[in-house]
């Protein structure tokens, strides 16, 4: 998507939040059914307008990274990432399609998983034969929400090495500012 079609996507994705959702009744009677965010609480920044502009150029089946968006914008990777975290408009504003730089699938609706909280704790039973492993709740729902953005992405067709931990392929940077 262009930069102008984006930044008007985005434009038309705000109006839509922000504009209350009216319907008629039997009596003929308007309500205010509005389900939409409300922009105000979500505190959507410039910044996280200039990201959002930005993902909605990169195309179905293609990833980009925070690094490369953070040096489009002369941020930081992490403020790119903050940026996707709060997206009310995913997946439509697609925060899915960024990645870390070694293309590991990062964080996901704000859960992030490192490798040390991945593993697990194990203890061993008084059965010596027997143990026991357990992951925090914490850990399980990052391990949910990554899943979520493992199969957006394969449904949008990005391939992913054997373990399906990374992403393959080049990283989209085609982005016009």
């Known amino acids: 998507m262009d930069p102008q079609t984006a930044a ?5 994705l705000i ?3 922000t504009s209350p959702k009216t319907t008629t009744t039997n ?17 959507i920044t410039p910044q996280d307008k200039k990201v959002y502009t930005l993902l909605l150029q990169i195309p179905p089946g293609s990833f980009t990274t925070y690094a490369i968006l953070a040096k ?3 941020s930081s990777p992490r403020a790119i990432g903050n940026s996707c975290r709060r997206n009310p408009f995913a997946p439509t504003v697609p925060c899915h399609r960024v990645v870390a730089t070694d293309r590991a699938l990062g964080g996901f609706k704000g859960e992030h998983i490192s490798k040390v ?16 492993i357990t992951t925090s709740v914490k850990t399980k729902q990052a391990l949910l929400t990554l899943d979520e953005k493992r199969k957006l992405l394969k449904n949008e067709g990005v391939k992913f090495d054997v373990k399906g ?13």
């Open 27 to 43: 009596d003929n009677t308007n309500t205010n059914t509005n389900t939409r965010p409300n922009l105000n609480r979500l505190n």
């Open 165 to 177: 931990e990374k992403v393959l392929g080049t990283p989209f940077a085609g982005f016009r500012i």
């Open 117 to 132: 909280k991945i593993k697990s704790k194990i203890t061993t039973s008084k059965r010596s034969d027997v143990q026991l």
């Open 72 to 74: 489009l914008l002369n």
């Open 15 to 17: 109006a839509q939040s």
């Open 8 to 12: 008007q996507t985005l434009a038309s």
